[in-house]
């Protein structure tokens, strides 16, 4: 059961990761940055409440407030780049930040104890969950209430002009700017709002393995990060959701017994996945626009007849 | 009126515009031709900000709007019909043409009255409504750029070769559309390579070819097939 509650949160945090990448890959952006964003949120909320002793779900938000701010600074002048380069981009930027890690170097005396990130033996007794008396099963079932609420905020988003925003600058940057659209604005904010998801993942992870270390959040993870909206599909939040299952716990977790074999057939599986269905699980499809501008305007229910 | 002045603009250190000058008038056609690589499509880029003018001015009624972002540009209600159309093709019809209101989203009452009323102009597009773009034909896809546009009430129209890969009957009836949106009094500006059936339509007309203007004037000024083996080939000496 104990083994059962722990792939739940892993579940969840990277769900939160992927759901990260899937906001900025809307806009037709493919970042590798997630993974930093994701490292920078855990670092945060530690510090918070190992080294201040703040609780968890304000320091959650604290992560969240200050990754997202941080992606929107890098949104800028990352979104100037596009494609390849983009990737490139972030990929340096994800870098850097495991980077800064790996050197960062700032512990108080707490209990008698030193307690902070130490540099490259990274950050360890992070045990806001331990100390207080949560079992595995509450915090499971804590990050899955976040998850939840995050899924279903991100649900509303897509379903409301907002998602189809996002979705047209993805399809045509050209075609969003000549009816209007403010590439600059959306593009950031959909970084934003990737970049302080990633946080709320990051700060969830560091408190359920209560150990941190630079190394978590190299390119493997990035990779994991846009490989879960890829896979899942763009059709809505919920491919995301499903690739996570698919990937974590059956591809790293449920293939186990066959050892060493299970590199290979996780890589063969993910062919066979994406050629199958090459939009990924739940494909494409456009949110409603006009459920938002007439709910009930009679020309679309004339077309609709016409049908 | 749109007054262009001296207007430059490069890729790198390649000049595609190099200075320069029109005008288009209100409530009429103003075309131009000329032959690829002349600087059309730039030029349409400029006007809509998505390229960035190096220098020169462009002026709406005395209001200067080099500078202005690509948006602010659909605001002030100069709304581009892109070439090769860039429609949204996952979005229904009916989302096409509401993501055209864009930039009026506030004004639901009147974007569905418009809706209505492009739906009438363009009954094809109504049959479709609820089919993706993606799955339209390509005339049909045209339809739908020129009324998205619409969806804006834009001031001026601004069309980037409208006939491109389009079967030559195809061609005809997207020019009677626009013939019919002239005739209704509304500024457009048509750039054209397709130049005998843009002079059949054009109030005025410019000639481009290599980045700069080098002729201006009525459909009736010039030899005709003078005019259009410059605007297919364009020349060296400039008139």
């Known amino acids: 059961m104990e083994f059962y509650l722990g792939l739940l949160q892993i579940l969840g945090v990277h769900t939160l990761l992927g759901l990260s990448a899937y906001v900025v890959l809307l806009t037709g952006q493919v970042s590798m940055a997630q993974a930093g964003f994701y490292a920078v949120g855990a670092y945060v909320a530690a510090m918070c409440t190992a080294m201040f002793g703040i609780h968890i779900l304000p320091a959650v938000i604290i992560a969240s407030v200050s990754t997202g701010i941080l992606a929107m600074i890098v949104g800028f002048p990352a979104l100037r780049v596009r494609g390849l380069m983009l990737v490139v981009a972030t990929l340096a930027f994800g870098e850097m930040v495991r980077m800064f890690f790996f050197n960062f170097r700032w512990q108080i005396e707490r209990d008698g104890k030193l307690i902070g990130p130490n540099g490259a033996e990274g950050f360890r007794a992070i045990r806001f969950f331990p100390e207080n008396g949560w079992e595995t099963g509450d915090v499971a079932l804590f990050i899955w209430c976040i998850v939840v609420i995050v899924l279903g905020l991100l649900w509303w988003v897509d379903n409301t002009r907002a998602g189809a925003v996002l979705r047209a600058v993805g399809h045509d940057e050209v075609a969003a700017q000549s009816v209007g659209l403010n590439l600059t604005t959306i593009k950031v904010a959909a970084m934003a709002l990737g970049g302080a998801i990633a946080g709320i993942g990051g700060g969830l992870y560091a408190h359920t393995v209560t150990h941190i270390e630079h190394g978590v959040f190299g390119i493997l993870l990035a990779t994991f990060a846009i490989a879960y909206p890829i896979l899942g599909g763009l059709g809505s939040v919920f491919g995301t959701l499903l690739a996570v299952i698919f990937i974590q716990g059956f591809l790293v977790e449920g293939l186990r017994f066959i050892g060493d074999w299970r590199s290979l057939l996780f890589g063969a599986l993910i062919l066979l996945v994406m050629n199958l269905r090459p939009t990924g699980l739940l494909g494409e499809r456009m949110s409603p626009l006009k459920t938002l501008f007439s709910r009930k305007s009679p020309v679309v229910t004339n077309a609709k007849e016409t049908q | ?239």
């Open chain 2, 1 to 239: 009126m749109l007054e262009i002045r001296d207007l430059r603009t490069s890729y790198g250190k390649i000049a595609a515009l190099k200075g320069v000058a029109l005008d288009i008038k209100d409530g009429g056609l103003t075309c131009l031709l000329g032959p690829n690589g002349a600087g059309k499509t730039t030029l349409i880029w400029t006007l809509a900000a998505i390229l960035k003018a190096q220098s020169g001015s462009i002026r709406m009624d005395g209001e200067e709007l080099i500078g202005a972002k690509p948006h602010q540009i659909v605001s002030k209600g100069i709304v581009t019909v892109p070439e090769n159309r860039l429609v949204f093709p996952e979005m229904s019809v009916t989302d096409n043409l509401f993501a055209g209101a864009f930039s009026r989203r506030a004004d639901k009452i009147a974007v569905a009255q418009d809706l209505e009323e492009v739906l009438q102009r363009f009954p094809r597009l109504r049959e479709r409504a609820n089919q993706d773009a993606g799955t339209l034909s390509g005339g049909e896809q045209q339809m739908l750029a020129v009324a998205r546009a619409l969806m804006a009430r834009p001031k001026i129209l601004l069309l980037d070769e409208p006939s491109t890969g389009l079967a030559p009957i195809i061609v005809e009836e997207i020019f009677e559309i626009i013939g019919a949106l002239r005739d209704e009094g509304r500024t457009i500006f048509l750039v054209e390579q397709n130049a005998n059936m843009a002079l059949e339509y054009a109030d005025d007309f410019y000639l481009l070819e290599q980045g700069l203007v080098t002729f201006g004037g009525k459909p009736g000024d010039v030899d005709h097939d003078e005019l259009i083996q410059r605007a297919y080939l364009g020349t060296r000496k400039a008139s």
